[in-house]
Every structure is written in structure tokens, then in C-alpha cells.
């Protein structure tokens, strides 16, 4: 960096780092973002993983947080070449009897079509839907008084939960249920632990208000336009850039890390307060994933047809199921009938494969750093729902947990939410501080996802560092 000197240094450019370098840039504040890898994006990326002209989301592919975020909301990405692609529903869930669970974007819809339980859910779902973007607005804040404590009461009282009691008290049949269960595998913790209803009734919820859309083109599209968005506002990005020393860095006011409390400690080893950095030595990473994606010769044969018009598809079949294989991962074990969660964004966003072919996204959970090959177990899960499935792969591209994170270092073991979300990391993450953006050292910030409100593609945690930096000034 030929000794410049800058405002503001970020560590990282995924969609934390470049929103925090966005918000500071904004303010006029001279910016420069380093990324480790040759492309920007982070968990936020589109890749050519199988075939030539087969456009795979290497990360993330579906974004209900991405839409609701009210960051990335008030950035101009339609301008920038983001056109979300809203799939006919946003989820299905099938089960084994040929029943399907639909999440529509009506709440009205999705209560019809669960029979008997659509009262019990319209009860649960309603009044959060009814309290709507200000619901939104205080889940994706840093954890604080209420602005709306109503709302945020109510939400709390049913969220502070576990998923498995809350779907077995409130429905009667597996299909509503089914429904829950996977919406709350989401949190990657047991089905039996709190807060994983909170976790499943907000994905629900942002269904409903925001669908669970796709960018045309792929998520690299949201990463690709808020770099855009940062030049413009006369940012500087430098990708192929690893940070492994403080010492490497320009000088700056303020050093923000869109990395994990451990690859933090590590890089400012000597900045920090020993206690301080033991506590993040300490943080605890979650579970993390055994991630496939498919070329395909035709869509997937689904035995229910309403899975076509999802552009997500839970496989794992009942609550039970469901439960017992996400506990089974949480005892470090491998399920042989795992939850997957499948994305076919090629049915609704056509730019992603060539003519009459499709690109499938798939990942189930597994221990993390697990180094089992789970490829028979999900493309198991995929036959029993669609018998035929394989016949029709034409390649095939695998990310065990250690590919996962040589994609990007910040999913430690494969974990993609940077640290397990269970009630106490969710609170104090990643330490117990009122500003948990801020470290004692002076300058020295942390933006991922690592921070509340925690993993998904909202901006929101770079968005709050940003402005925890601007309240203390240049
Ligand atoms: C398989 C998978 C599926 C997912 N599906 C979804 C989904 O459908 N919807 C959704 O909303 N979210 C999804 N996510 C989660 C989402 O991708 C992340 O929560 C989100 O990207 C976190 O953003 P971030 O900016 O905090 O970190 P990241 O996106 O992880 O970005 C961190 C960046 O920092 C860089 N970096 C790390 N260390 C250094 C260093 N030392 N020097 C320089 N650069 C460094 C990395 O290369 C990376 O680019 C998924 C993630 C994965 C892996």
C-alpha cells in the first residue's frame, strides 16, 4: 500500500465486509477493502461448479434476509443489475404418504392447505405477519430495547422456544409440523433446544412478507453490485489479498474485521487484551455442511408435483425424522436419512444452464469438520421424493467441510453461520459487550457475521459496525 493511509481498512468482502465499507464510504470516509480470494463475495458467490455454462451459487442461494434486509434495501441494486426472481412458492415439503407442505406467500394460502391445522397456523404466523416490517426491523438489529416491544414481545414469547415442542403443541398433523421442523433446521441446532422455534418462525415470516427470492444470474449478482455500489462512492477493493498480520495492513482509524472471533484473534494477536482474547479463542462454531450441486439433464422427478413450483425443498420427511437427524449431528454423528435442503433456482431463473438442463444446490448438515463422504445419503434423500434423480446428473460437484472452507476461510469446519446460534452466542456474540461490534482495542472493529443478527445475506452486522465506527468518529 506504499505507505497510503486510509479512514478505514475492512478485512474481508463478503456482504458484512462490503456493507460496512459502504455505510463508512457514504460518510466520506476514505475506504479501502481487502479480500482474500480473486473474486468479491464471500458466502456470496456464482461459479461455473460442474459444466461449462452451468452458473452453480457456490454459497448462499436463496434470499429472504437479502430482500427484508433494510440495508440492502436502501441501496440502489436494481441499478446495479439485481432483478430477484421470485420462484412459484418459496418452499415445499414433502413427505412419504404424497402429502406436501407448502410455504406460500399468502399466509392465507399456506393456513388453507394445511387442513385442520390452517387455524393453529394462521394464529402463530399471523400477528407477526400483521406487525410486518417492524417486526423485521428489530430482528435484524443488534440485540437492544425495542422499538416496537409489542411486536417484539409477542414474537419473543412464542420464538423463545424450542421448534420440536412448539410444532407438537400447536399442529396435529405431520404436514404442518414437517413444515416447521425444517423452516427451524435452519438454526442447525437440535430441534429440542431454544431458540430454534425463533429461528424457523422468522423464515416463515420473511416468506410471507418478502418471499424467498433468487438473484437472476446468481448471488455473485448482490456481491457484484455492492462492490459496484462502494467504488461509486470512490471505495477501494483489493481481492488476492489474505491478511495474515496487523503488520500487513495500511494505516487507518479503524480496522474492521469481516472474519470469525478466532482468524481475529489470530491476525491481531498482539492488539488485543489477553482476556478479551481468550474469550474469542473460546467461541464455539457450529456444525457445518456437506455441500453438493448437480448439472441435470431435465428438472428433478419429483413423485409431488407442487415441488416444482418451489424454488427450496426440504427433504427429511416428519418432525420426528427431522429431529432425530439434526440431534444425531449435534452428537457428532452422521444420519443416514439427513435433513437436505435443496435450491432449484435454474427452474425459475433460466440464465443458469443451457437450454432444457438445470443446475440443483443441495447441503445437509454434518459435525463439524466432519470428513465423511455424504454423497449416498443425500442423493438417498433425493431418490426417495424423486425416484429417477440420478439418472439424470450429468456431473456432479462435492464440498465436504474442509472445500467449503477452503472456499472461504471464514466457515470454520464447514460452519456457514460464523458460530453456532444457540441461545447464549446469540445474546453474547461474540463476547458479552454492549456494542459486541467493538473489541477494547481501540480501532479495532468486528463486521461478520460473527455479530449480531448473525449469518445470512442481509449486510446488517457490516451495516452496525459501520455505525458503531461513525459514533466514535474519525
Ligand atoms: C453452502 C452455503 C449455503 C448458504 N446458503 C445461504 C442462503 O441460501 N441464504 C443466505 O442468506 N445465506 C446463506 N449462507 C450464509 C451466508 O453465505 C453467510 O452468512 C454470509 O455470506 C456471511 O457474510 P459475511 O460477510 O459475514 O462473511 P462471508 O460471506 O463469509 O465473507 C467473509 C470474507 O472474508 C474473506 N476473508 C476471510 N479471512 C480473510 C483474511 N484473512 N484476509 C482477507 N480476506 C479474508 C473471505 O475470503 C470472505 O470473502 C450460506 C452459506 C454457505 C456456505
Given at each position: 500500500m506504499g505507505g497510503r493511509r486510509f479512514d478505514a481498512v475492512v478485512v474481508g468482502g463478503g456482504p458484512n465486509g462490503l456493507a460496512a465499507a459502504i455505510e463508512l464510504a457514504g460518510a466520506e470516509w476514505s475506504v479501502l477493502l481487502l479480500e482474500a480470494e480473486e473474486t468479491i463475495g464471500g458466502g456470496c458467490r456464482t461459479a461455473e461448479l460442474t459444466l461449462p455454462e452451468f452458473r452453480h451459487d457456490v454459497c448462499s442461494a436463496f434470499h429472504p434476509l437479502g430482500v427484508a434486509s433494510p440495508f440492502l434495501r436502501s441501496l440502489p441494486l436494481a441499478d446495479l443489475g439485481v432483478e430477484w426472481v421470485h420462484p412459484g412458492v418459496p418452499l415445499a415439503h414433502p413427505l412419504d404418504d404424497g402429502r406436501v407442505a407448502v410455504l406460500h406467500r399468502s399466509l392465507e394460502e399456506t393456513a388453507a392447505a394445511l387442513g385442520e391445522d390452517g387455524k393453529a397456523y394462521r394464529k402463530l404466523l399471523g400477528p407477526a405477519v400483521s406487525a410486518g416490517d417492524d417486526l423485521v426491523r428489530e430482528l435484524l438489529g443488534p440485540l437492544r430495547i425495542p422499538r416496537h416491544p409489542v411486536a417484539m414481545a409477542r414474537f419473543g414469547l412464542t420464538g423463545l422456544r424450542s421448534m420440536a415442542a412448539l410444532a407438537r403443541g400447536r399442529f396435529e398433523d405431520q404436514p404442518a409440523r414437517a413444515l416447521l421442523a425444517g423452516l427451524g433446521a435452519h438454526s442447525f441446532l437440535?430441534?429440542?433446544?431454544?431458540p430454534t422455534a425463533a429461528f424457523g418462525l422468522a423464515l416463515g415470516l420473511l416468506g410471507h412478507l418478502a418471499g424467498w427470492p433468487v438473484p437472476k444470474g446468481g448471488s455473485q449478482r448482490i456481491a457484484d453490485a455492492m462492490a459496484a455500489h462502494l467504488r461509486g462512492l470512490g471505495g477501494e477493493i483489493q481481492t488476492g489479498m489474505r491478511v495474515r498480520?496487523?503488520?500487513e495492513l495500511p494505516s487507518a482509524k479503524a480496522y474492521l474485521f469481516d472474519v470469525t472471533p478466532r482468524q481475529l484473534a489470530r491476525i491481531a494477536w498482539d492488539r488485543l487484551p489477553s482476556g478479551y482474547r481468550s474469550r474469542l479463542e473460546r467461541y464455539r462454531y457450529g456444525p457445518g455442511v456437506f455441500k453438493m450441486d448437480w448439472a441435470l439433464d431435465g428438472p428433478i422427478p419429483w413423485k409431488a408435483e407442487a415441488c416444482l413450483a418451489a424454488g427450496t425443498v426440504h427433504l427429511g420427511g416428519t418432525l420426528d425424522e427431522i429431529a432425530a437427524g439434526e440431534a444425531a449431528v449435534w452428537r457428532g454423528e452422521h444420519p443416514d436419512r439427513p435433513f437436505v435442503l435443496v435450491g432449484q433456482q435454474s427452474l425459475f431463473d433460466p440464465t443458469r444452464a443451457p437450454e432444457g438442463k438445470h443446475t440443483v444446490w443441495g447441503y445437509c448438515h454434518v459435525p463439524n469438520g466432519s470428513t465423511v463422504d455424504m454423497t449416498g445419503q443425500i442423493e438417498g434423500q433425493l431418490e426417495r421424493f424423486a425416484p429417477g434423480f440420478r439418472d439424470l446428473v450429468l456431473a456432479r460437484s462435492l464440498m465436504p467441510p474442509a472445500e467449503v472452507e477452503r472456499h472461504n476461510e471464514n466457515c470454520v469446519g464447514g460452519d456457514i453461520n460464523g458460530g453456532v446460534q444457540d441461545l447464549r452466542q446469540l445474546f453474547a456474540?461474540?463476547?458479552?459487550?454492549?456494542?459486541?461490534?467493538?473489541?477494547?482495542?481501540?480501532?479495532i472493529y468486528l463486521c461478520s457475521s460473527s455479530t449480531p443478527p448473525g449469518g445470512g445475506v442481509h449486510g446488517m452486522c457490516g451495516y452496525h459496525a459501520a455505525r458503531a465506527v461513525l459514533r466514535r468518529g474519525r
Open positions: 437440535p430441534l429440542e433446544q431454544v498480520s496487523f503488520a456474540r461474540p463476547t458479552a459487550r454492549w456494542s459486541p461490534y467493538t473489541t477494547p482495542a481501540d480501532g
